[in-house]
T-cell receptor, first 117, second 113 residues
């Protein structure tokens, strides 16, 4: 396993279109996070999965955003009716949490850079 | 409001010298702190962490110091190498069952030969 992978690496879309990103975590990791990073900022938390259950969503995640993690493996993040303000780097991270032993550090993928024109 | 602050956008250091990157936080619930390094076109890479029960953690050339009373942490890199040139993010989490990270804006470190 070579780490967290994300696809595509770059996406250019027109305002109003829908886009979907995919994240493949490290295979044994049970937690998966989505973050968004805009220019000059650090990553900002969007949502989090424990296995297939989506347990937390940030207020940054408007109704146009939806994330899934079917079967607790890969995850998808969909943005409907994209706006120019959605232009950002979308980062996925995964970690391994063991009851009573804590959680490993989060390993990040390379990100998907979205440009909305 | 920024709960994790990195007030220096950039830092330049000569090879072999010490690099000191600073981070301040405001949320008293934070009890675990991490540093990530990020190269262009790559995702952040975990560097080192520290729990609030400690005031120092060392890993090779990297040492993180935590001052809880001042809500301040710092990352020391000794000796600095040109390959350390990257953006460094400070991040924090609170014990709430999972580890959602709150990041600072980052400090770009440039180590010149």
């Amino acid at each position: 396993d070579t780490g967290v992978s994300q696809d595509p690496r770059h996406k250019i879309t027109k305002r109003g279109q829908n886009v979907t990103f995919r994240c493949d975590p490290i295979s044994e990791h049970n937690r998966l996070y989505w973050y968004r990073q805009t220019l000059g900022q650090g990553p900002e938390f969007l949502t989090y999965f424990q296995n297939e259950a989506q347990l937390e969503k940030s207020r940054l995640l408007s109704d146009r955003f939806s994330a899934e993690r079917p079967k607790g493996s890969f995850s998808t993040l969909e943005i409907q009716r994209t706006e120019q303000g959605d232009s950002a780097m979308y980062l996925c991270a995964s970690s391994l949490a063991v009851w009573g032993a804590g959680e490993s550090e989060q390993y990040f993928g390379p990100g998907t850079r979205l440009t909305v024109t | 409001d920024q709960q994790v602050k990195q007030n220096s956008p950039s830092l330049s250091v000569q090879e072999g010298r010490i690099s000191i990157l600073n981070c301040d936080y405001t949320n008293s619930m934070f009890d675990y702190f991490l540093w990530y390094k990020k190269y262009p076109a790559e995702g952040p890479t975990f560097l080192i962490s520290i729990s609030s029960i400690k005031d120092k953690n060392e890993d090779g050339r990297f040492t993180v110091f935590l001052n809880k009373s001042a809500k301040h942490l710092s990352l020391h890199i000794v000796p600095s190498q040109p390959g350390d040139s990257a953006v460094y993010f400070c991040a924090a989490s609170a014990s709430s069952g999972y580890s959602t990270l709150t990041f600072g804006k980052g400090t770009m470190l440039l180590v010149s030969p």
